[in-house]
C-alpha cells in the first residue's frame, strides 16, 4: 500500500509538471510539500520522488536539442528536393501535353430582304459552325496543325451548315493542315493548307474570313519591316498548265503609345489561268460566290487579274475599354479590260471601337465595300454581301461580351451591285459565338 502511495505521488507530480513545466528551481514541489505534510509520505520519499522528475524532466529535454544540431544543413536539402520534384515533373510529361486544343462554335439566326427571293421578298433560316483544331510544336523550329470545319466541302468562303434536310448529318471537312518552319527569327515558313488571313495585313472584302488557302507563305521581318511572299495553287489540270495566284505585300510598322501604331503597305497578286476557276463555278463544280467578274458571250473572262493594293491601319488602345482600330484599303486592277470601259478599281474602310473580349463589354464597327466588278477576283471575296466582287455597300457591327470566352454579334448589310441587275439586299445575323 505505502509502495502504491508513492508510485501514484510520482505520476501526479510527473502529470502536474508536463502541464505546469518551467520551474527550474531545485526546491520541493508543492504537491510532495502537501502529500509530507498529510503525512502520506515522509520528506525523504518527497525528496527520492523530486529527484527522479528532475531526472526525467532532463531526458526528455535532451531530445528537443539533439534535432537542432543538425539545422544548419537542412536548407541545402530542402533546395535540393523540389528541383528533383521539378525533374520528375519534366520527365514524366504525357505526350498530350505538347498539344494545344482549341475551336469555335457559332450559332447564327439570319433574315434576308430582297425583291423576288420568295413572295413576301423575306427569307430567314438558322445555321452553324463548328472549327476544332489541334496544334503543337515539334521542335522549337517546327509547328504543325490541324483543323477541321462544318459547312460544304465544294464552298471555299463559307463554313455555315444550315439547319434543313430533315435533321441530316452536318457533313465535317478538313479545312486546314499545314506545317509552319522558323529557321531563324526573320523567317517564318508555311506549307499545306492554312489559314493566311492570321499572316497577312487584308481585307475581307478581298478575301472572306472563311478561306483557308493551299501552297506556300514565306514570312521575313528586319526590324519595323515585313514582307510576305505567297504561292497559291488554284487547279490542277491535265490537259493545259495548271492555275495559281502568286504574290507579295510590304509594310512597315510605326508609332508609340502615345499616337497609336500604323502599318503602311502595298501588296500584288498575279493570277494566273483564273479561266479554270471560273469554268468550275460555271459548271457547278466550286459552290459558293457566284460569277461576279465581266464574261463575253462564251462565258470567258474579260480581264486579267494583276491587283494592285495600298492600305494603311492604325491601333490606338491607350484606353483599353474604347481602342480604336482604323483600316483604309484601295485596289487597282491593271489587267482589267470592260465593254469599252474598265472596271477596275475599289476601296474598303473600316473603323472600330470598344472590345469585347470580358463579359458585358461592347464593340462597334462600321464597314463600307465598294468594288467594280473586275477590281477583284470574285471566287475568294467577301460572301456575306452575296455580291462578290460586285458590290457597293455598308455594314454595321454590334458585339457584346457575354460569359467568359463567348459573345453576341449582331450585323447588318446593305449591298447593290455596281455593275450587274442584282436587286438590292438587306441582310440581318445574329450570333452567339464560344470560344474553346
Request: glycine fraction near 8%; hydrophobic fraction near 35%; avoid cysteine.
Amino acid at each position: 500500500m505505502r509502495r502504491w502511495k508513492v508510485w501514484s505521488a510520482v505520476l501526479l507530480v510527473i502529470f502536474v509538471g508536463v502541464l505546469g513545466a518551467g520551474a527550474d528551481e531545485p526546491e520541493l514541489d508543492p504537491l510532495l510539500k502537501l502529500l509530507v505534510e498529510r503525512g502520506l509520505i515522509t520528506m525523504e520519499e518527497a525528496l527520492a520522488v523530486q529527484a527522479e522528475y528532475d531526472r526525467r524532466r532532463a531526458e526528455e529535454e535532451t531530445p528537443t536539442i539533439t534535432p537542432q544540431t543538425p539545422a544548419p544543413t537542412s536548407p541545402p536539402e530542402q533546395v535540393v528536393e523540389p528541383t528533383s520534384e521539378v525533374a520528375s515533373k519534366d520527365e514524366g510529361e504525357k505526350w498530350y501535353d505538347r498539344f494545344d486544343f482549341r475551336g469555335d462554335l457559332r450559332l447564327r439566326t439570319e433574315i434576308f430582304w430582297v425583291e423576288g427571293i420568295s413572295p413576301n421578298d423575306r427569307r430567314g433560316r438558322f445555321r452553324a459552325r463548328i472549327r476544332p483544331g489541334i496544334y503543337t510544336d515539334i521542335t522549337d523550329w517546327m509547328d504543325v496543325g490541324l483543323q477541321l470545319r462544318s459547312g460544304d466541302p465544294l464552298d471555299p468562303v463559307s463554313d455555315n451548315s444550315t439547319f434543313d434536310g430533315g435533321f441530316s448529318l452536318i457533313p465535317i471537312s478538313i479545312s486546314e493542315g499545314f506545317a509552319g518552319l522558323h529557321p531563324t527569327d526573320w523567317l517564318d515558313l508555311t506549307f499545306g493548307k492554312f489559314d493566311a488571313n492570321k499572316k497577312w495585313v487584308v481585307t475581307d472584302m478581298q478575301w472572306d474570313d472563311d478561306v483557308t488557302v493551299e501552297g506556300a507563305m514565306e514570312e521575313f521581318r528586319v526590324g519595323p519591316f515585313k514582307a510576305d511572299l505567297y504561292q497559291y495553287i488554284l487547279e490542277e489540270s491535265k490537259s493545259e498548265k495548271d492555275a495559281y495566284v502568286l504574290g507579295g505585300q510590304a509594310y512597315g510598322i510605326f508609332g508609340s503609345d502615345s499616337i497609336g501604331t500604323f502599318k503602311v503597305g502595298m501588296g500584288y497578286d498575279n493570277w494566273y489561268r483564273p479561266q479554270l476557276v471560273a469554268d468550275l463555278t460555271l459548271s457547278g463544280e466550286l459552290h459558293g460566290n457566284r460569277v461576279t467578274n465581266l464574261l463575253d458571250d462564251e462565258d470567258q473572262l474579260t480581264s486579267d487579274f494583276e491587283i494592285v493594293n495600298g492600305f494603311v491601319t492604325w491601333t490606338w488602345a491607350k484606353n483599353e475599354r474604347w481602342p480604336i482600330k482604323l483600316h483604309l484599303s484601295g485596289y487597282y486592277n491593271t489587267g482589267a479590260r470592260g465593254l469599252g470601259k474598265e472596271y477596275d478599281t475599289g476601296y474598303f474602310a473600316r473603323v472600330q471601337v470598344g472590345d469585347y473580349k470580358e463579359p458585358y463589354q461592347m464593340m462597334f464597327r462600321f464597314s463600307r465595300y465598294y468594288s467594280e466588278p473586275d477590281a477583284l477576283f470574285y471566287v475568294f471575296a467577301q460572301s456575306d454581301t452575296t455580291m462578290a466582287s460586285d458590290v457597293d455597300g455598308y455594314r454595321f457591327d454590334f458585339r457584346l461580351g457575354y460569359i467568359k470566352k463567348s459573345y453576341f454579334n449582331f450585323t447588318w448589310y446593305h449591298t447593290k451591285p455596281v455593275y450587274s441587275l442584282f436587286p438590292d439586299m438587306d441582310r440581318l445575323q445574329v450570333d452567339y459565338i464560344i470560344v474553346f
